[in-house]
């Protein structure tokens, strides 16, 4: 074998692992998350508040021919940037089902089982408070999780937390958003326009027909993913679910396998290797060959939605998430501050948020753990689990996309969701934090 063939050693800098990407991603979009609320508090608290709302308020118009959409600057971020974070997400669940924490059934039992848990009792508690008084609406708003903010305070312990903390976080937080896009599809709906609903119906079809013929070309499935956003935008069911719904479409699947890709890659880079020469900066026709056939090999390895989602995700991260926690984070402390934190509403979303998911967690585990169902991942003990639990209780962005969805009517009660939102995230990153920190110094 000739020098250029000899194994060399591994990199240990430079190149990160795809979950640890992920990792980074996130933990640097909670930091960019936390500084758009504070921004939007500060703002919508400001001398210039007036001008913070007025901003969403800002119509705009998007038109083809003889069709206009005309929304608001808070309903496009809402409605229409959201179904990318939400085309994500969905991205993301594949991935895990397929190959990820999720495609092992007892690690993807724990998962979910924790997330049922982390979303049924924080419900109850909301209605503890609000029962079917005007609140009662915002049910479904402490059951969600923050990916960003929960993984971003892992960040800041560094080494310390186990890997498999963290993909544990991550598991529980996908099924948690699975769970929020099903309630969202199911009560969070408006009354139903049935001719938009089949148009949205057709579209999905043909999305799931592109994907059964193996069609690998992204634009045929933006294009039918646009019909289908935009049906279901006039159908009365939330424009976002086309997201997930579309990308679950998207292929996921490799058209040929590693073992197969490592040897055409060995063979096309022996018959670059005959080429090679000290001093050549020119590539000779058979080099380019087999430059392009590698390329096409490393296509067929890869896959549509791999790629979408490696394309996708920093945009999300650093883009569309801060942009809408910088437009629906800002609401206006008054001199009634005290009131709006006593409020059912707010009182319920805290209570929900910093009570419910960690003891709802830890009750689904321990249940799952005790009949065999599951087992704790490893190098992980009951403490750090405690930890991750309460950081599940960091609700903020998708807490703050079922309030706009619950309350979107009544401003007050809005607010008041919002307080409860705002505070709880802290207090339960702050709690879950210090709590690990001291886990994962005492060891498992």
């Not at 969202?184 to 148009?199: C, E, N, Q, R, V």
């Not at 050549?280 to 939605?305: K, Y």
């Not at 008054?334 to 707010?346: C, E, H, Q, R, Y």
Request: charged residues 15%; glycine residues 8%; aromatic residues 8%.
């Amino acid at each position: 074998m000739s020098r250029a063939f000899k194994r060399q050693p591994r990199p240990t800098v430079g190149l990160l692992r795809p979950f640890e990407v992920f990792i980074a991603l996130e933990s640097a979009s909670g930091i960019l998350l936390l500084a758009a609320a504070a921004a939007a508090l500060a703002w919508a608290n400001s001398p210039w508040s007036s001008s913070y709302f007025h901003l969403w308020e800002t119509p705009l118009t998007f038109s083809a021919g003889a069709h206009a959409l005309s929304k608001s600057l808070h309903h496009w971020i809402n409605d229409g940037l959201m179904a990318v974070f939400f085309f994500v997400v969905g991205l993301e669940l594949k991935r895990e089902v397929l190959a990820g924490e999720l495609a092992a059934p007892r690690r993807a039992a724990l998962a979910i089982v924790a997330a049922v848990g982390g979303m049924a009792i924080p419900a109850l508690i909301y209605f503890f408070f609000n029962g079917a008084g005007p609140g009662a609406a915002g049910w479904g708003i402490p059951m969600a999780t923050d990916i960003a903010f929960a993984l971003g305070v892992l960040a800041l312990l560094g080494s310390r937390v186990p890997v498999s903390l963290k993909i544990f976080l991550t598991a529980v937080a996908i099924v948690d958003d699975l769970g929020a896009v099903l309630v969202i599809a199911f009560f969070y709906t408006a009354s139903i326009s049935w001719s938009a609903l089949a148009l949205a119906a057709a579209a999905l079809i043909v999305l799931i027909l592109l994907n059964a013929a193996d069609v690998r070309r992204p634009f045929l499935y933006l294009l039918f993913g646009l019909v289908l956003w935009v049906a279901l935008l006039r159908s009365g069911v939330h424009a976002t679910i086309a997201g997930v719904l579309a990308a679950l479409t998207i292929p996921a699947s490799r058209r040929i396998d590693a073992p197969e890709y490592l040897n055409r890659v060995r063979a096309y880079l022996r018959e670059f290797e005959m080429d090679v020469h000290r001093g050549a900066n020119v590539p000779t026709a058979d080099q380019r060959d087999a430059v392009h056939a590698i390329e096409r090999a490393s296509e067929a390895l890869g896959t549509p939605a791999a790629r979408l989602e490696h394309a996708l995700h920093p945009w999300v991260a650093y883009l569309i998430m801060p942009l809408f926690a910088l437009a629906n984070a800002g609401v206006t402390l008054g001199a009634d501050l005290g009131s709006t934190f006593g409020s059912p509403v707010a009182l319920g979303v805290l209570a929900g948020l910093i009570l419910g998911k960690p003891i709802g967690i830890l009750i689904a585990c321990a249940l799952a753990v005790r009949v065999g169902l599951a087992e704790l991942p490893e190098g992980v003990n009951w403490q750090q689990l405690t930890g991750v639990a309460l950081l599940c209780g960091i609700g903020f962005t998708m807490s703050l996309f079922i309030a706009t969805l619950a309350f979107d009517p009544t401003p007050d009660l809005l607010d008041q969701a919002k307080v409860g939102i705002l505070a709880a995230s802290l207090i339960a990153g702050c709690a879950g934090g210090v709590l690990l920190a001291r886990a994962t110094r005492n060891g498992p």
